[in-house]
C-alpha cells in the first residue's frame, strides 16, 4: 500500500497529498516514536528537519504528476507538448518571418531565381528560389522578409526590383503583408492539435480546414461553406467554398485545398493560384488573404496602493494581445468583443493595484457599440501602443 505522502494514481486521474499535509504525517509519525511531548515547531532543529523531508516529497511529487500530465496533449506543457503533437504529424511552429503575396508581371517564359524585391522602407522580402513567368504574363507569388519577425507592409508598399532580371516588368502587392510571429504558445499548438486530428474526418469541410491549418506559416484560418443554390450574405457564389488564410505560401495553400476540397464545389476568393490535381490536371484555387481591421482603444485606470507604470503598459498589452488573437470574421459573434478585451485588462499581474474604470475600442468606422464588428475576410489588428492610457 502507498505511503500516505505519495502520488496516487486511480481511474479519476492523479492526486497528492499538499506539502502542509505530508509535513503533518512526518510530525505526527516522528511524534509517534519519540512521544507526543516532542517539539517541532519551525523554529526547533527537528521541526526544520522534517519540513526540509516535506518539500522533497512534495517536489517528488510534482514532478510525477507533471510527468503524468505531459502524456496529454490537453495537458502537456513545452517540450512535452511539442513531442505529443508528433503523433499528429504537426510540430511546434518556430518563430517566422512576415510573408506577402506578390503579383509579378513581365514577359512569357522569364524565369526568375533567387529575386530579391524592396518595400519603401527598404525591407528585403526574398521570392521562391525558382520563379517562371507563364503565358498570361502575370503570376502571384509569395515573398519572404529576409528578417525575421513581425515587418509590416501596407498595399503596393512592396514594388522595387532589387534582383534586377530581363523581362520582369513589375511587382506589387495587393494585399498586406502577414507578420510574422514569435515561437508558437502552448494553447496555440493545442488549437492546431485539435484542428490537425480532422485531416481524416469524415467530412471534406473538415479535412480541408486541417489540411490549410497544417501548412508551414498558417497563423489564422477560418473557412465558409456555401451549400445553398443562392449567393449568401457574405456574397459568397452558390455551391462555393470560400477559405480565409493568413500566413503560409500561396501554392502550399492552394494545394492543401485542392487535396481534400470536394469534387464539384468551386473555391471563391480574391487570392489564386493553379495547381495540379491528383491527376496532374490544373486547377486553379481561389481563397481570401484577410483584410486588415485596425482597432485602437482609449483605457482610464484609477492607480492604487503599488500600481507602477509597468503595470499600465502590460494592461496596454494584454488588449493588444487580446484583439490580434480575434478569430478572423470575428469568430460566432463576429465581433472584437469588448467584454473580452475588458478581462484581457483585468487579468494582468499586478491588476489588484489598480480599478479599470473605462475601456472603449474602436475602428475604422467610429467606437464600438460597444464591440467593433469584423467582416468575414477581416483580421483585428491593434499595437500596444493604439490603446491610449490615462491614469488618475
Not at 494514481?9 to 504525517?25: C, F, Q, R, V
Not at 445553398?228 to 501554392?251: F, Q
Amino acid at each position: 500500500m502507498a505511503s500516505p505522502t505519495a502520488a496516487v494514481i486511480t481511474s479519476t486521474g492523479i492526486t497528492a497529498p499538499s506539502y502542509a499535509e505530508i509535513l503533518a504525517y512526518l510530525q505526527s509519525q516522528y511524534r509517534s516514536i519519540y512521544g507526543a511531548d516532542v517539539y517541532l515547531e519551525a523554529d526547533s532543529q527537528d521541526g526544520q528537519f522534517l519540513a526540509m523531508q516535506a518539500l522533497a516529497i512534495s517536489d517528488a511529487n510534482a514532478a510525477i504528476i507533471a510527468a503524468y500530465l505531459s502524456y496529454s496533449p490537453s495537458t502537456a506543457q513545452g517540450a512535452g507538448l511539442s513531442n505529443n503533437v508528433k503523433i499528429n504529424g504537426i510540430s511546434r511552429a518556430i518563430p517566422t518571418n512576415s510573408q506577402v503575396d506578390l503579383v509579378i508581371i513581365g514577359q512569357a517564359g522569364t524565369p526568375i531565381t533567387s529575386g530579391i524585391v524592396e518595400d519603401q522602407n527598404s525591407n528585403k522580402w526574398a521570392l521562391p528560389a525558382s520563379v517562371t513567368i507563364p503565358p498570361s504574363g502575370t503570376i502571384t507569388v509569395t515573398a519572404t522578409c529576409t528578417t525575421l519577425g513581425a515587418v509590416s507592409a501596407g498595399p503596393n508598399q512592396v514594388n522595387k526590383i532589387v534582383t534586377t532580371t530581363r523581362g520582369w516588368q513589375s511587382i506589387t502587392n495587393p494585399g498586406a503583408a502577414s507578420m510574422g510571429s514569435p515561437v508558437e504558445t502552448d494553447p496555440a499548438l493545442r488549437a492546431k492539435q485539435k484542428t490537425s486530428t480532422a485531416l481524416p474526418s469524415r467530412t471534406v469541410l473538415e479535412g480541408t480546414i486541417g489540411a490549410v491549418a497544417n501548412v508551414s506559416g498558417v497563423t489564422r484560418y477560418v473557412a465558409y461553406d456555401n451549400d445553398t443554390s443562392v449567393t449568401d450574405a457574405n456574397g459568397i457564389p452558390a455551391n462555393h467554398l470560400a477559405m480565409v488564410v493568413e500566413g503560409g505560401d500561396v501554392t502550399a495553400i492552394a494545394s492543401a485545398i485542392a487535396a481534400k476540397k470536394g469534387p464539384g464545389g468551386g473555391t471563391y476568393g480574391t487570392t489564386s493560384a493553379t495547381v495540379l490535381n491528383v491527376y496532374s490536371m490544373p486547377i486553379t484555387i481561389n481563397y481570401f488573404r484577410p483584410t486588415y481591421r485596425a482597432v485602437t482603444g482609449a483605457m482610464s485606470l484609477k492607480a492604487l496602493a503599488g500600481y507602477t507604470a509597468a503595470i499600465g503598459a502590460a494592461a496596454q498589452q494584454a488588449v493588444s494581445d487580446y484583439v490580434n488573437q480575434v478569430a478572423i470574421g470575428g469568430g460566432p459573434s463576429g465581433t472584437v468583443e469588448w467584454a473580452d478585451a475588458l478581462t484581457a485588462a483585468n487579468s494582468v499581474p499586478g491588476s489588484s493595484t489598480f480599478k479599470l474604470t473605462a475601456l472603449t475600442l474602436s475602428g475604422p468606422g467610429g467606437v464600438g457599440n460597444p464591440d467593433v464588428p469584423l467582416a468575414f475576410n477581416e483580421a483585428a489588428s491593434c499595437t500596444p501602443s493604439s490603446i491610449v492610457l490615462t491614469v488618475t
